[in-house]
């Protein structure tokens, strides 16, 4: 059966759909001892794929792996950093985070702390990363100061941010001092340092924030000892149903995909 490079990559744990993407624009990618192409289709049966010199095979393919990470702060959630910071595959065994594929889906700031998803199916990863499915993600974010409720209104009814309004966001006051504040904010969307930049531009600049789910999924289970900061687990069987049960990664296009069927 004939699929394209990108996604055989990415089916066989050897990076993320994006990732394999930009694999192959640059260059390290060959398919029969040629540089392969994007949107290129290969039978993995009868072809000969390699990745940076290696040539790589279904049989060698990783089992699949979902892991939940409670980040610390001053990680960075990739897998290689140029800068020579931590990343969070440094806070895994090493039968786990080298040949397994595994990659963070989505990102965390390097300040900040809790849930972040780690697997090596790439399938999903581009679903759960895509901004239009909209999946939700809760935080704990402590602020200076105490917002009024005029301030939260703004909040959850969606504020301006380099001239296009964030989505609507759930936003509750669950704990204060005279000098700081505690907020749930539920987001169905993650630009880059969001929170952050909502909370900067309502008067309110965030202190301390710690992701606490990631649409059902929860860094703490009931009846089951709290994760400690740079802890990991894998994730339960139902909690895998519950990010796989809505969608059908069958057909899940990446962006490249789209475009060549628009062609």
């Known amino acids: 059966m004939h699929e394209r490079v990108q996604k055989i990559l990415s089916q066989w744990g050897i990076a993320s759909r994006r990732q394999a993407e930009q694999m192959i624009l640059e260059g390290r990618v060959r398919l029969n001892g040629e540089v392969a192409q994007l949107g290129q289709k290969t039978n993995p049966a009868l072809d000969e794929l390699e990745v940076d010199g290696r040539i790589v095979k279904p049989i060698a393919r990783p089992q699949l792996l979902y892991l939940l990470l409670n980040k610390p702060a001053g990680v960075v959630s990739t897998c290689d950093d140029p800068q020579n910071r931590s ?3 440094d806070l895994l065994p090493q039968k786990i985070s080298h040949g397994q594929g595994l990659h963070p889906v989505g990102r965390l700031d390097v300040e900040s702390t809790g849930a972040l998803l780690l697997t090596n ?24 100061g105490v917002p009024l409720e005029q301030t939260l209104k703004q909040w959850r009814q969606g504020v301006w941010l380099e001239g296009q309004k964030t989505l609507p966001a759930q936003v509750k006051v669950i704990d204060r001092t005279a000098a700081k504040a505690l907020l749930e904010v539920i987001l169905r969307e993650g630009r880059n340092r969001q929170i952050r930049r909502v909370a900067d531009q309502l008067g309110h600049p965030v202190l301390q924030l710690h992701r606490t789910a990631i649409g059902s999924i929860h860094l703490d289970i009931p009846g089951k000892s709290a994760m400690s900061s740079g802890g990991y687990r894998p994730l339960e069987s139902f909690e895998i149903r519950s990010l796989k049960d809505p969608i059908d990664l069958i057909n899940v296009k990446s962006p490249a995909e789209i475009q060549e069927h628009s062609r």
């Open 87 to 89: 990343t969070v595959l």
């Open 121 to 144: 199916d790439g399938d999903l990863t581009y679903y759960l990363t895509h901004p239009r499915h909209h999946i939700p993600k809760t935080y704990w974010v402590w602020v200076e």
